[in-house]
């Protein structure tokens, strides 16, 4: 297939295409005139790097992921990591929009003097924030 077809069929832009092939994510199978060509099983890659993006895995760690070369290994360990950052990260979206939810209801005059709100804003920073006297 060439790059434009894996383009069409993958939802990724020819350049991103060019640019994991050039930090070696995956590799062309040579060139058909200037257009690269790509083995059918570069789909299946790039739906797993897709995949592996989603879940906020970097560039880096996706070269793990890659470590030999066409055959792609999957440490078990890393994926366990990964889905447990994804539950804190659930977590604390769940409790920002639980906080967001109570402002948008919250009769106090302001948001500001709504100590729910004042609780959010302190955890989005990590400091306390102090009522204004």
């Known amino acids: 297939m060439d790059i434009g077809e894996v383009?069409?069929?993958?939802?990724?832009?020819?350049?991103?295409?060019?640019?994991?092939?050039?930090?070696?994510?995956?590799?062309?199978?040579?060139?058909?005139?200037?257009?690269?060509?790509?083995?059918?099983?570069?789909?299946?890659?790039?739906a797993l790097i897709?995949?592996?993006?989603?879940?906020?895995?970097?560039?880096?760690?996706?070269?793990?992921?890659?470590?030999?070369?066409?055959?792609?290994v999957l440490d078990k360990e890393q994926l366990k990591i990964k889905a447990s950052e994804i539950d804190r990260k659930i977590k604390r979206l769940e409790a920002v929009r639980e906080g967001l939810t109570h402002a948008s209801n919250c009769k106090a005059p302001s948001h500001l003097e709504c100590p729910t709100f004042k609780r959010l804003l302190a955890t989005a920073t990590n400091k306390k924030i102090k009522r204004n006297a």
Not at 24 to 36: F, M, P
Not at 60 to 70: A, D, I, P, Q, S
């Open 7 to 46: 383009s069409k069929r993958s939802g990724i832009a020819p350049s991103t295409l060019r640019y994991y092939e050039e930090i070696k994510l995956i590799a062309s199978n040579g060139r058909n005139g200037l257009r690269r060509q790509y083995p059918p099983s570069v789909l299946e890659r790039l």
């Open 50 to 72: 897709t995949l592996a993006k989603q879940a906020d895995f970097s560039l880096e760690e996706l070269h793990v992921l890659f470590k030999n070369g066409e055959k792609i």
